[in-house]
């Protein structure tokens, strides 16, 4: 049971990365798609260093590693509640094609 939870949560947790970009690109059309995923990537990096660097620090413990995962979760969900999906990329590309679908 501990395997496949672990498979599992890791499929899903990993799985969300591609439409967290996504969702970003989108929501951030006018800026082109490489300065948006170029931010997204850095700040991650940089949040990525700081998670790993923090088990030097002396007397820190373990624990703090499984809490964290849960707040980081907890925020993100947070955060996405009040977010109003705007899909303009969407609308210029049906409004510029020569055959607009819808």
């Known amino acids: 049971m501990i395997y496949f939870s672990a498979i599992l949560g890791g499929f899903l947790l990993n799985g969300s990365i591609p439409l967290f970009y996504e969702i970003a690109v989108e929501s951030m059309y006018p800026i082109a798609e490489g300065t948006t995923t170029c931010l997204l990537t850095v700040f991650n990096n940089i949040g990525c260093l700081l ?20 707040a980081a979760c907890l925020a993100g969900f947070l955060l996405l509640i009040p977010f109003k999906e705007v899909k303009a990329r969407t609308k210029f590309d049906l409004a510029t094609s020569p055959d607009p679908v819808n």
Not at 51 to 70: E, H
């Open 51 to 70: 998670f790993l660097f923090a088990p030097m620090i002396p007397g820190i413990g373990n624990v703090w590693a499984n809490w964290t995962l849960v």
